[in-house]
């Protein structure tokens, strides 16, 4: 999940329901790791509400900055956005 440009008007229950409903409806026991890129330091409020209702899946989440990326993937499989 690309985080730049996050900010204020983005923390909201809106997000916390994406990464709640991504975990637990849309992808149960299939998701191995989520990157989050370029989390900016406003984020973290944001984080530390939204970590306990993911439970054990929060482990899953990886902080990463933008040029660590293509180090999560096989090489050219890297999507260009983050090239």
Not at 22 to 43: E, H, Q, S, T, W
Request: glycine letters at 4%.
């Amino acid at each position: 999940m690309d985080l730049k440009g996050f900010g204020l008007r983005n923390a909201d229950m809106q997000l916390a329901q994406l990464f709640v409903d991504a975990f637990f409806n849309y992808y149960p026991r299939r998701l191995g790791l989520l990157l989050m890129v370029d989390a900016p330091m406003i984020f973290q409020p944001t984080w530390q509400i939204i970590k306990p209702l993911l439970r054990s899946y929060s482990r899953l989440v990886k902080f990463v900055k933008r040029s660590e990326v293509a180090d999560y993937f096989e090489p050219g499989r890297t999507p260009e956005e983050f090239l």
